[in-house]
């Protein structure tokens, strides 16, 4: 007898080999082992994406079919979704900001972090928290390159 764990390596190989007759049970039990898989696989998908992201799918697809229906099928409350409509709708508060940031951090080259950005922010005569300009680079995708 061999010693260890017994090699699985057979029964793939065997198992691959071997494609069953469509129409017989093998092969439809094979078919709902797949689609059970991908409903799992789309359930875990499905809980990693926000609710802000489902709502525009939804927003995207309500004249075609009932926003209801959508709302079931996505998850998500209808409230929600039509409180996250409403402020898809609404213009972005802290535009001016955005701009003022993104023009400090090329004018200096990207040398300058929230925490420099933030003092010349202050220079300038806008008082703005720390964090809300970490915030804001993070959505701009902004990083100091001051290290590299």
């Known amino acids: 007898m061999k010693k260890g764990r017994p090699s699985m390596k057979?029964?793939?190989?065997?198992?691959?080999?071997q494609a069953p007759i469509e129409g017989s049970t093998e092969a439809?039990?094979?078919?709902?082992?797949?689609?059970?898989?991908?409903?799992?696989y789309l359930k875990k998908l499905n809980a990693l994406?926000?609710?802000k992201d489902k709502a525009q799918v939804v927003y995207a697809l309500r004249h075609?079919?009932?926003?209801?229906?959508?709302?079931?099928?996505?998850?998500?409350?209808?409230?929600t979704?039509?409180?996250?409509?409403?402020?898809?709708?609404?213009?972005d508060p802290d535009a001016d900001l955005k701009a003022e940031i993104k023009a400090i951090y090329e004018e200096?080259?990207?040398?300058?972090?929230?925490?420099?950005?933030?003092?010349?922010?202050a220079n300038r005569g806008q008082k703005v928290n720390h964090k809300k300009v970490q915030r804001i680079m993070k959505e701009l995708?902004?990083?100091c390159n001051e290290g590299i």
Not at 28 to 40: C, G, H, S
Not at 64 to 77: F, Q
Not at 81 to 91: E, F, T
């Open 49 to 51: 994406v926000q609710n």
């Open 28 to 40: 439809l039990e094979a078919r709902i082992k797949q689609l059970e898989m991908e409903n799992e």
């Open 64 to 79: 075609k079919y009932s926003v209801i229906a959508l709302v079931k099928l996505a998850g998500i409350p209808r409230s």
């Open 141 to 143: 995708s902004l990083k």
């Open 81 to 91: 979704y039509y409180d996250l409509v409403q402020r898809m709708n609404r213009p």
């Open 108 to 121: 200096h080259e990207g040398r300058y972090g929230y925490r420099r950005i933030r003092d010349e922010l």
């Open 10 to 17: 057979k029964e793939f190989n065997n198992q691959s080999k």
